[in-house]
């Protein structure tokens, strides 16, 4: 690790930093000092159009990370401990020629700040896997080699950390921006590798997804564990298998041994309810945690009646087929709808619906079909605030069943207008789901957070 130390003495004797690079980061810096007293400490960057803002509370040792940075890009700093004022520049490198650069095209005010998105050439070994953050300019603003050969690998962030997990290969973990691990998640209570979904719940718990062996009358097929983890050890403390389902008679047996039956792809988790996504039977379960029992199925043959906002009948075409990427908010489900096996057309979509759970009615308030795209797998779709959608065209790049390239949309509910899109250049770049980070959440950007 290379140091770079400043110290200036005007007159009297000021605090000496190092300023160090981030191993595996050439985004970030992290701003180190020791001093005889307990001091805060504020640091502040400008370079390249950025004006980023770092604080740290009162001690004696900082190291403060300074991350979000733009790569070859000189940054002219200060760090403040009380009256001290010390200033001092760094340079950034070049990112790494692995990483894609993507591409942005606006026709509105699309929302300033930062996207979270995993990438990966395809799904065979070697796919490169990795988590990165653009901000929503196109320009890379933080990155994570992620080891194995993950495809469908989830990423979320949570208080400056990042969550993830998934892909058949890794399990949920949290790391620091700096790329420290904070808790890894031991083995699912199945034994088998997770797969789609890696979540980090406001209690604390780390939440996972893993394929298990369900039977009945001697056949045996792939169904799906979820599981809780302490985020302090990683140790599993809850877990729903989809066996309880089977038994219950709310999920079907297998059609043949070593079925893939229920394909889950999503889960949603709160303190008495799991909802889960099942992408070969265009359904949502809702579970009660308390006694493992499925409360309602929604989606084609399930429990709903599906309406349009006047209260008329849809048709099962106006459902989700083959979905993923869900967010369930109070009464309003948002789907990315794939249309794997939809009647008539093969065409993707984002749907909104709002649930009435006690009348067991659907109403379908909104859809996006965009510009007739199709992908049969992968994808998300996220409700930014009541009139704005974000949605993850995802592609897969060593699948022949769709075209991409991924693309990441954010779309104006009321018109329709695709405001803003960031483009990834090839078909080989895979992405599987994406989050819009707000400006003011992340990194202390003025550039994307108006003081």
């Known amino acids: 690790m290379r140091l770079l130390p400043w110290l200036l003495a005007l007159g009297c004797a000021r605090p000496a930093f190092e300023v160090r690079e981030v191993p595996d980061l050439v985004l970030a810096r992290v701003v180190a000092t020791h001093l005889d007293e307990d001091q805060p400490l504020t640091v502040r960057c400008v370079g390249g159009g950025d004006d980023l803002t770092r604080a740290a509370p009162a001690s004696a040792d900082h190291e403060l990370l300074v991350a979000g940075l733009q790569a070859d890009t000189t940054y002219a700093c200060t760090a403040e401990l009380g009256r001290s ?72 962030i949570v208080d400056d950390r990042v969550v993830y997990g998934g892909g058949y ?26 797969h789609h979904h890696a979540e980090l719940l406001r209690s604390g718990e780390l939440v996972g997804m893993a394929g298990a062996k369900n039977e009945a009358g001697g056949v045996g097929w792939d169904g799906f564990v979820v599981d809780l983890y302490d985020g302090g050890d990683g140790a ?61 199925s929604l989606g084609v043959g399930g429990d709903f009646a599906l309406v349009d906002p006047d209260g008329a009948p849809l048709p099962d075409d106006e459902w989700f087929y083959g979905a993923h990427g869900l967010d369930l908010i109070d009464d309003t489900l948002i789907v990315y709808d794939n249309g794997w096996s939809r009647p008539g057309a093969d065409t993707s979509r984002a749907v909104v619906y709002t649930l009435d759970e006690d009348a067991r009615v659907a109403t379908r308030t909104w859809s996006w079909w965009g510009d007739g795209w199709y992908e049969p797998i992968w994808g998300d779709a996220d409700l930014l605030g009541d009139d704005r959608v974000w949605v993850t ?47 003011c959440a992340l990194f202390g950007n003025t550039r994307f957070c108006a003081p």
Not at 87 to 114: K, L, R, W
Not at 245 to 253: C, H, R
Not at 397 to 418: F, K, Q
């Open 85 to 156: 004022v010390t200033a001092f520049e760094f340079h950034t490198e070049e990112a790494p020629a692995s990483i894609p650069t993507v591409s942005v095209t606006t026709s509105g005010d699309g929302s300033p700040g930062y996207v979270l998105v995993n990438h990966s050439l395809g799904r065979s070994n070697g796919n490169d896997p990795k988590i990165l953050i653009y901000d929503t300019d196109g320009a890379l603003r933080w990155y994570h080699h992620v080891a194995g050969s993950p495809t469908d690998l989830d990423a979320q």
């Open 393 to 439: 065209q995802a592609h897969c790049g060593d699948c022949d069943i769709s075209g991409g390239p991924s693309a990441i949309v954010e779309v104006e509910r009321a018109t329709g207008e695709a405001v803003w899109t960031l483009t990834f250049p090839r078909a080989e770049d895979s992405v599987y789901r994406s989050a819009y980070v707000d400006g």
């Open 169 to 194: 290969d890794t399990r949920p973990r949290v790391i620091e921006l700096d790329g420290d691990e904070v808790v890894e998640a031991k083995a699912s209570s199945s034994g088998s590798a997770h």
């Open 236 to 296: 599993v403390t809850w877990t729903w298998n989809s066996q309880a389902a089977v038994d219950q008679g709310a999920l079907p047996v297998a059609e043949a041994a070593g079925d893939d039956a229920y394909h889950a792809n999503w889960v949603q988790v709160t303190a008495t309810s799991l909802f889960v996504n099942l992408r070969q039977l265009h359904r949502v379960l809702k579970v009660d945690r308390a006694n493992g029992q499925v409360v309602w």
